[in-house]
């Protein structure tokens, strides 16, 4: 994977987030939570796919040869984590366990770790981009104070990740031919499709609950997917140039480029 991305500017901005979050400290748990149990089974399961370890793709990372993106990896994987714990003591909040796994996550993980940094990144990918509208359905569409903060605060994060990712990747697509390319993006969507297909299975009646329709997250899903698949085919802007991130953006750290908001 060719490193043509500076990824000083992401390390910066993963070590600040850090230090805001510890001047932050928790919500308030002990305000506790009102969940429908719709969502709390929903919760469950994306409480279980925030909480991997990162060792793997810390291990690709390391192959990379990038002290910066290796650095900033480690700090993603612990944003994640922090996520899983979110999650776990907001079902605490509500009186709701953890469980100790599910079948869709035990396939995606299986399938990350099998493939190249690559490969795996545009699977993670697929993850992230179906998180935004999750949490922010959670965020807009739960009748839950707690509950509420809590998805903001992971779908803050999240919107940082996809950029963060389309940095890589459009780094890594630069080795590719036109033609691999269009393959390549073909099967992500492919990928895609079938990933949101399982999320409505599995998701749905929270979505439901939560105001949102299979038909609006799918296609939530899609655009943010778009944007992403744009930002990492499209051509690298020139260091040198510095534009104003137009309205609805979101500037990534240190590069002066601004990023589509997702």
Known sequence: MTAIEDFGGWLRDFEAQALRRAERGDPAWEAGARLDPAVVRSMQRFQVGEGSDGRILIAKAVDAADPDYTAAIRLFVAEEQNHARLLERLLAAAGEPTIAGHWSDAVFRR???SLGLRLELMVL???EVIALPYYGAIRDGIDDPLAAEVAAR?????????????DRLRASFTDLTPATRAVAVAGWWAITAGATAVVLYDHGKALTSLGTTRRHFAGRVATHFHRATTHVRGPRPATSRRPAPAAGTIRRPDTGRA???M
């Open 259 to 261: 990023y589509a908001h």
């Open 154 to 166: 992971i779908l803050a994060d999240e919107e940082r990740h996809v950029p963060f990712h389309c």
């Open 111 to 113: 399938l990350r770790r």
């Open 125 to 127: 990918m697929v993850a």
